[in-house]
């Protein structure tokens, strides 16, 4: 089990927020393993979502 799926981070409002794509995101990123650099992170709602899908960024 994967001990990010347990925990809740924190969601932040503003105007361009990649909370509602970031899983959109990452199903259709061509990389499933690895290392992603999230260079434009914001509010690093896909950072969060990395996390939760195991892949390393």
Known sequence: MNSYTDKIYPKI????NKNKLS???IENMPLKSGT?????SGGCSVAF???????QY
């Open 49 to 55: 979502a990395l996390k939760k899908a195991d892949i």
């Open 36 to 40: 992603v650099l999230d260079l434009f």
């Open 13 to 16: 409002n503003y105007i361009g």
């Open 23 to 25: 899983d959109w995101i």
